[in-house]
């Protein structure tokens, strides 16, 4: 049985980093599962930092807080908020990675933009570096082995910047509004970071009965 699972993810998530590599294990575990990656976008434009939180300083520590809160649920504990702390560039915002992620789909379908995501993610919440900037994220496309050339042509293509925003609308229309989160089949929505013991048994469910039997309360809801 085939089991379709969207997974709506932004580079500047860090619960998505504590996520993607679970969902990993669940697509090696379970080939009937199908992964499409899905574009959102927490801070969309170079100002929405600011605008969400009142300034560009206020937002950084707010976020620190949140860094630390995933580091807690990440398995390796991979993220480093007392390294971006010690950052000067301003706290980067969405579409640029979101943007790389989706050149590298071009290439290589979604195991590219999956790779690409894993990497923009490292730079961003173990590296520390600013991956709004174009160079940061030209490095990680050559790092996954992709051809750096037309990644350029492609990241600063209208198609690119389409690709983007079609997702970003599909999310309005499902009632998307925080992620991580997995839309399964189009009939059930799974939200945050949850565990792998967890994302296990809903899948090990899916599989065998094409239903979700355990709703966890405030995580697993029917579309």
């Not at 969207?6 to 599962?33: G, N, Q």
């Not at 199908?34 to 969400?52: N, T, Y």
């Not at 560009?56 to 480093?80: C, P, Q, S, V």
């Not at 923009?120 to 173990?126: D, G, K, N, V």
């Amino acid at each position: 049985m085939r089991i379709l699972v969207e997974f709506f993810h932004d580079v500047l998530c860090a619960w998505c980093y504590c996520l993607s590599p679970r969902m990993r294990k669940i697509a090696t575990s379970f080939p009937e599962v199908e992964i499409v990656h899905r574009c959102f976008a927490l801070a969309p434009g170079p100002d929405s930092i600011a605008k969400i939180f009142g300034s560009k300083e206020r937002g950084k520590n707010e976020i620190m807080r949140h860094w630390r809160a995933a580091n807690l649920n990440d398995d390796e504990h991979r993220i480093n908020a007392d390294l971006m702390e010690k950052r000067e560039f301003d706290y980067p915002y969405s579409m640029p990675g979101l943007r790389a992620c989706k050149a590298a789909e071009l290439q290589r379908g979604q195991q590219g933009h999956w790779d690409m995501f894993d990497r923009i993610q490292r730079a961003h919440l173990t590296e520390c570096r600013n991956i709004a900037d174009t160079n940061i994220l030209t490095e990680c496309a050559r790092d996954i082995g992709l051809e750096v050339d037309r990644f350029l042509i492609d990241f600063n293509s209208g198609r690119v910047e389409e690709m983007v925003r079609e997702d970003l609308r599909e999310a309005e229309r499902l009632g998307i509004h925080a992620v991580p989160t997995l839309v399964i089949n189009r009939k059930y929505i799974i939200q945050g970071a949850i565990h792998m013991d967890e994302l296990e048994l809903l899948f090990e469910q899916l599989v065998e009965t094409g239903e979700i039997l355990t709703l966890l309360p405030g995580t697993v809801y029917v579309l």
